[in-house]
């Protein structure tokens, strides 16, 4: 019932930035809940940052500082603004959604989001 792309991923070198973007279509009116969620090459996909409907907003403690999530409820697109990046953050990008107004905060399990995209893959190398 829930559709969600991302796109924005790329090469970027160390310290430069990347904007992610998550457009979601269908029955928008269902998802409470944004996240981002990236996996690294062999390990398990992690927590990166949530924005409920109401502008929630968490973070994982790895890119506090340094990853921005925002939303446009107008265009229904969730945006992760990614600067100072670092080679271990290269991963494949998930945005997930939820219909839990709760499942915001770093605790999230990935397996409680709902609905995912495809992902979009930041390479982050010299």
């Known amino acids: 019932q829930v559709h969600l792309v991302e796109s924005g991923g790329g090469l970027v070198q160390p310290g430069g930035s990347l904007r992610l973007s998550c457009a979601a279509s269908?029955?928008?009116?269902?998802?409470?809940?944004m996240t981002w969620y990236r996996q690294p090459p062999g390990k398990q996909r992690e927590y990166v940052a949530a924005?409920?409907?109401?502008?929630?907003?968490n973070y994982a403690d790895s890119v506090k500082g340094r990853f921005t999530i925002s939303r446009d409820n107008t265009k229904n697109t969730v945006y992760l603004q990614m600067d100072s990046l670092k080679p271990d953050d290269t991963a494949v990008y998930y945005c997930?959604?939820?219909?839990?107004?709760?499942?915001?905060?770093?605790?999230?399990?990935?397996?409680?989001?709902?609905?995912w995209g495809e992902g979009t893959l930041v390479t982050v190398s010299s």
């Open positions: 997930g959604a939820d219909t839990d107004y709760n499942h915001y905060d770093p605790g999230t399990r990935a397996g409680d989001m709902k609905y």
């Open positions: 269908g029955s928008v009116f269902l998802i409470q809940t």
């Open positions: 924005i409920t409907l109401d502008d929630r907003i």
